[in-house]
């Protein structure tokens, strides 16, 4: 069975850097697209960035210049770095992979446990 386990987050001030990571771990052969999506209390949940198995990435508007997403394919690991954070970017975050390949057949749309950030102002 495949698990995404997520690490890091916390709490910041204003200004500061966390850094997330997520591990897909069982018998894994091949994964597609990994991301991040966050959830502030009482809004939906929105995407973060995304990066593809080949390295490309996605960000939303809200993040660009501050986020940095990374992937260790050998490690099925995908990274956020996040810096000079902002109180608005208070919110628990989510790993997600698109698609995975496995000993058991395909899975799609996995999603990690979940982690809080919060920054304070």
């Known amino acids: 069975q495949v698990q995404l386990v997520e690490s890091g987050g916390g709490w910041v001030q204003a200004g500061g850097s966390l850094g997330l990571s997520c591990a897909a771990s069982g018998r894994i052969f091949t994964v597609g697209a990994m991301g991040w999506y966050r959830q502030a209390p009482g809004k939906q949940r929105e995407l973060v960035a995304t990066t593809t198995s080949g390295d490309s990435a996605h960000y939303a508007d809200s993040v660009k210049s501050r986020f940095t997403i990374s992937r260790d394919n050998a490690k099925n690991t995908v990274y956020l770095q996040m810096n000079s954070l902002k109180p608005e970017d208070t919110a628990v975050y989510y790993c997600?992979?698109?698609?995975?390949?496995?000993?058991?057949?395909?899975?799609?749309?996995?999603w990690g446990q979940g982690t809080q950030v919060t920054v304070s102002s």
């Open positions: 997600y992979v698109e698609r995975l390949t496995t000993a058991w057949g395909p899975q799609y749309e996995l």
